[in-house]
């Protein structure tokens, strides 16, 4: 008796949900990448797991890259169908893995968006309130560019964090909840835990008090305008503001401050090892990334130590 697509998918997502307890997001990212793949496979006539061949694969590897998708894209996709065809191959729907064989496209090596540490230092002040300043959005502001760059914490985490999550006054840390539902500890520097400390002491009661809701909302770090938990949409709008002000004049989003923490870390001295743990990232690999070293700095440190260099 042959499987169809509909059953193996259920069985895949639920095994991924509850066995290996993938968050919500990468879940769902899952079940789109393979929403897509079995229609292009309906559309092929090929209504069965067994019936898929290699070539099939490799067919829609192609009609991919004729749809203009990046290779970072193609990559996670067929990511995904490896997921499933050896998910298919375990439970024994089929006899043979027939997507083994069909590498990822290689993509361009790139690094990531950074700021130096003028630009930071720019960025953070520019979201610094004046003096006379009674606006709380104003002083919310500052506390979340502060924090995401003290503790190069994902936009999520940023968005997720609950005032029981912080120690500001004796370890001046921060506990966030990373992909998987995974917890860490990160310190947080004295300009952040200043920052943070302002927004609490005024301004984020008067965010609280303008909601409208029965019940206020007692747990959440970072309210919005209306005294909710703010969104990832409002923090990428708080950085990209900012960046304005600072005259940084290249597209900015959360996840620049978040480079910028790990360059800076290693530029710095830290080793990889434990910027992996501060980032959170299951694996080194990963982090690795962050040890690319800049030009300028490449050029710096060959004029300091090459003996015929001057």
């Known amino acids: 008796m042959k499987h169809d697509f509909d059953t193996l998918r259920e069985r ?50 192609a009609a991919l890259d004729a749809a203009g998708e990046s290779a970072r894209s193609k990559a996670r996709r067929l990511a995904s169908l490896h997921e499933l065809h050896r998910f298919a191959l375990a439970e024994h729907v089929v006899t043979d893995d027939v997507s083994a064989h069909v590498k990822a496209p290689k993509s361009a090596s790139t690094l990531p968006e950074v700021l130096t540490v003028d630009e930071t230092a720019r960025l953070l002040d520019a979201a610094t309130p004046s003096a006379d300043c009674d606006d709380p959005v104003a ?41 998987g539902s995974k917890q860490r500890l990160v310190p947080i520097g004295s300009y952040a835990c200043a920052a943070v ?75 990889v090892r434990t910027v992996q743990e501060l980032l959170g990232h299951t694996s080194v690999t990963t982090t690795q990334i962050y040890t690319h070293v800049s030009p300028e700095h490449l050029i710096e440190a060959y004029l300091m130590s090459h003996p015929r260099a001057r």
Not at 38 to 57: F, K
Not at 163 to 174: G, I, M, Q, R, S
Not at 206 to 221: F, H, T, W, Y
Request: proline share 3%; hydrophobic share 40%; charged share 30%.
């Open 197 to 271: 400390r302002r927004y609490l002491q005024g301004p984020r009661a008067q965010l609280e008090a303008r909601s409208k809701a029965a019940v206020p909302e007692r747990r959440a770090l970072f309210l919005n305008k209306r005294g909710q938990r703010i969104s990832r949409q409002s923090i990428w709008l708080i950085v990209q503001a900012a960046g304005r002000r600072a005259g940084i004049d290249r597209p900015l989003h959360p996840h620049t401050l978040r480079h910028s923490f790990a360059t800076h870390l290693i530029q710095g001295g830290a080793d």
């Open 139 to 179: 002083f919310r502001d500052k506390a979340v560019l502060e924090f995401m760059y003290a503790t190069g914490c994902r936009v999520s985490e940023a968005a997720g964090m609950n005032l029981d999550d912080l120690d500001l006054d004796d370890e001046h840390v921060a506990r966030l909840m990373g992909k």
């Open 12 to 61: 895949f997502l639920a095994h991924i949900a509850i066995e290996r307890g993938l968050a919500d997001a990468t879940v769902k990212a899952y079940e789109s990448d393979i929403a897509k793949y079995v229609g292009w496979l309906h559309a092929r006539g090929i209504d069965h797991p067994a019936d898929i061949r290699t070539s099939d694969i490799e067919d829609y590897v």
